[in-house]
């Protein structure tokens, strides 16, 4: 469809991981050199939902991981998962076709251990660990659909 000149369209999401260490009372599923429960996740800010424009997000795992690439086609977009180490995961996003946007990748450090100021009293309370990113989707000269799409109430 057309597209709108002179006009920019932004909505903001996060994106990151939160973590928190396996107790005693772990699945007997989980391997044992597991040692943290974690999910990856995009999603909107002031718990927008963004699945009106977002078609699905494929979450890239590290290769250890069976089905590494995982598509996640509607809200919640998170994978949760168990794991012992860190790595980087790409997080790639596709739009609905009405919005004719070519998809965009974002890369995420999940963050499994705390680290700084108040990291020996995280570790002790076992508390959870985040760590996540503000952006914004920026539609420059956004097709007609998408721009109804976006600003339907
Ligand atoms: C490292 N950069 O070499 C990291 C790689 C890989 C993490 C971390 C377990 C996967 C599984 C897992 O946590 N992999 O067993 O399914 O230290």
């Known amino acids: 469809s057309k597209r709108l000149k002179n006009l920019q369209i932004c909505r903001?999401?996060?994106?990151?991981?939160?973590?928190v260490p396996l107790k005693e009372d772990r699945s007997p599923d989980i391997p044992p050199d597991h040692t943290h429960s974690w999910t990856v996740f995009l999603k909107g800010v002031n718990g927008d939902d963004l699945s009106n424009f977002v078609k699905r997000v494929v979450f890239k795992l590290h290769e250890t991981y069976p089905n590494s690439s995982r598509s996640i086609e509607e809200p919640p977009f998170e994978v949760t998962e168990t794991g012992w180490?860190?790595?980087e995961i790409s997080i790639r996003v596709y739009f609905v076709p009405e919005a004719s946007e070519k998809n965009v990748v974002m890369y995420h450090h999940l963050k499994l251990h705390p680290y700084g100021p108040e990291a020996?009293?995280?570790?002790?309370d076992g508390a959870t660990v985040t760590s996540m990113q503000y952006d914004e989707f920026v539609f420059n000269e956004p097709t007609e659909s998408?721009?109804?799409?976006l600003t339907k109430k």
């Open 12 to 19: 903001p999401f996060v994106y990151g991981n939160m973590a």
């Open 85 to 87: 180490g860190e790595f």
């Open 120 to 124: 020996e009293q995280q570790k002790s």
């Open 146 to 149: 998408l721009f109804e799409i």
